[in-house]
């Protein structure tokens, strides 16, 4: 018989094994930022987002059903991976050096760019249109902090979903919402009345994020690998093509000639 002591260390089990034996990943991804991970009208979650894990799941567990989805938003996703409440997020979670203190990052499997939605014949054509304008944002992004940083008059109204900042521009509270070009196709695809600016403020390079820790190293070192063999077979752009389709082609972009600090974000 075996006596355990009250300080005996807790051996931490590798993630890779531990998802392999429990036969399903458990991963963390939006449900209201659409093409990324939202639910449709027929009340499953879809998504590039979602393929992407998808992807994982069968070229990890050879099944690409084997995944439990769990909800999280921008502000919480940070913690859903390091509470370990989920194995990853695949959440369009930008890369910055001030996360990558907190959370692993795969390779990165899209670059987004932050960008500014009005409504249509807004005053706001331009991003040197914004100083003192109330910007909408969404608490957890990096949008909210470049936009913070860029326009430290400007008023920001922050919320924890996608769905609620956008109610919040068609009621009229704010005179643009910024995020990822990504999201805010989505919102402009079904409705009209909306568009995005040209300027990008940022480049937002997407990665998957894991906690941090020995036990982690070998699914991170596997899911970097199935990345690699998704941007090499032509998965990624497929899932681009599939997801975002022309809408880059129609309402084009440029990088503007403002200057953040990305080491803040
Ligand atoms: N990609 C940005 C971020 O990671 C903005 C989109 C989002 O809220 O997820 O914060």
């Known amino acids: 018989m075996s006596v355990t002591t009250g300080c005996a260390k807790k051996e931490k089990t590798d993630l890779l094994k531990e998802v392999k034996s429990r036969g399903k990943?458990?991963?963390?991804?939006?449900?209201d930022a659409k093409p990324f991970g939202f639910i449709d009208q027929d009340e499953k979650i879809k998504g590039f987002?979602?393929?992407?894990?998808?992807?994982l799941a069968k070229r990890i567990l050879g099944d690409e059903n084997a995944i439990e989805y769990q909800q999280v938003?921008?502000?919480?996703?940070?913690?859903?991976?390091?509470?370990?409440?989920?194995?990853?997020?695949?959440?369009?979670?930008?890369?910055?050096?001030?996360?990558?203190?907190?959370?692993?990052f795969s390779s990165p499997y899209y670059i987004a760019g932050q960008a500014i939605m009005v409504p249509h014949g807004s005053?706001?054509?331009?991003?040197?249109?914004?100083?003192?304008?109330?910007?909408?944002?969404?608490?957890?992004?990096?949008?909210?902090?470049?936009?913070?940083?860029?326009?430290?008059?400007?008023?920001?109204?922050?919320?924890?979903?996608?769905?609620?900042?956008f109610s919040a521009l068609r009621n009229g509270r704010g005179d643009a919402l910024t995020t990822d070009d990504?999201?805010?196709?989505g919102?402009?695809?079904?409705?009209?009345?909306?568009?995005?600016l040209k300027d990008r403020i940022t480049r937002e390079p997407y990665g998957i994020g894991f906690k941090k820790g020995q036990e982690v190293e070998s699914f991170v070192e596997t899911v970097n690998f199935v990345l690699q063999e998704l941007q090499e077979d032509?998965?990624?752009?497929?899932?681009?093509?599939?997801?975002?389709?022309?809408?880059?082609?129609?309402h084009g972009e440029k990088l503007a000639k403002v200057k953040v600090n990305e080491n803040k974000s």
């Open 187 to 196: 919102f402009i695809a079904e409705n009209p009345g909306y568009i995005m």
């Open 73 to 104: 938003t921008s502000s919480n996703r940070i913690f859903a991976v390091t509470s370990g409440t989920v194995d990853l997020i695949a959440a369009t979670t930008s890369i910055t050096p001030k996360r990558a203190q907190i959370i692993n």
């Open 234 to 250: 032509g998965t990624l752009a497929m899932l681009e093509d599939k997801w975002l389709g022309d809408l880059k082609t129609v």
């Open 123 to 165: 005053p706001v054509k331009s991003i040197n249109d914004l100083d003192g304008k109330k910007i909408i944002v969404v608490l957890g992004s990096t949008s909210e902090i470049n936009i913070r940083q860029l326009f430290p008059k400007a008023k920001i109204l922050g919320f924890r979903t996608y769905t609620d900042a």
């Open 49 to 55: 987002d979602v393929d992407l894990c998808k992807e």
């Open 25 to 31: 990943i458990i991963v963390g991804v939006k449900y």
């Open 182 to 185: 990504t999201i805010i196709y």
